[in-house]
């Protein structure tokens, strides 16, 4: 079936370690994009690539790293230099740059331990 | 920079009633205006996609629509069933092509 994949579901870190959440997609988007969702806030953008090689700051964008080396994958990387990792991370993908809908992954609930 | 604020926070219903959900948005120079479902735990659902140039959208019971020039989007959801219970986010994309979240809206209905 196509889709968003992001694995794992749960991810438990240390203090001072770097954890990457992965994103996958084999739907043949251009564009993909890393959320971040608290309680009670709305979904806040990370960090967004619109073609391979190729990614932006959003508005949260510290402490958090990424690389798009293949058009299906998006990974994300949460440094120890991020404050408040404790969310749940959520990876989005559209065929093109804000034409038509966005399609979301099933999240990362990522817990610091 | 786009603010997108949803109307009410949480609403609880006995089911088969009829209810609006409420979007605004500061800055109408948006490309589109796309709603989705939430459920506990879960990723984000696309429930309609309403281009700039669109008025309205319909899919099933679910009926969303869009006053750009106000800044103002609703969704309709007839005849509610327990089954719809869930958060329900607004959002819109404008700068950058990248999308802007409201807070979303925690509907609960009830049998």
């Known amino acids: 079936d196509g889709g968003i994949t992001q694995s794992p579901k749960y991810l438990f870190r240390k203090e001072g370690q770097n954890v990457t959440l992965s994103c996958e997609q084999n739907l043949n988007h251009d564009a993909m994009y890393w959320y971040r969702q608290d309680p009670g806030q709305g979904l806040r953008l990370i960090y967004y690539s619109q073609i391979v090689n190729d990614f932006q700051k959003g508005d949260i964008a510290e402490g958090y790293s990424v690389s798009r080396e293949k058009k299906e994958s998006f990974p994300l990387t949460v440094t120890s230099a991020q404050k408040n990792p404790t969310a749940f991370y959520l990876c989005?993908?559209?065929?093109?740059?804000?034409?038509?809908?966005?399609?979301f992954g099933q999240g990362t609930r990522l817990t610091v331990v | 920079k786009q603010e997108v604020t949803q109307i009410p926070a949480a609403l609880s219903v006995p089911e088969g009633e009829n209810l609006v959900l409420n979007c605004s948005f500061t800055d109408s120079a948006i490309y589109n205006l796309q709603w989705f479902r939430q459920d506990p735990g879960k990723g984000l659902t696309s429930l309609l996609l309403i281009q700039s140039s669109q008025r309205e959208q319909t899919s099933g019971r679910l009926n969303a629509s869009l006053d750009k020039s106000s800044g103002r989007s609703t969704l309709y959801i007839a005849a509610s069933q327990p089954g719809d219970s869930a958060t329900y986010l607004c959002?819109?994309?404008?700068?950058?092509?990248?999308?802007?979240f409201g807070k979303g809206t925690m509907l609960l209905v009830s049998p």
């Open positions: 959002a819109v994309c404008s700068t950058y092509s990248t999308l802007t």
């Open positions: 989005a993908s559209s065929i093109a740059p804000g034409v038509v809908e966005a399609f």
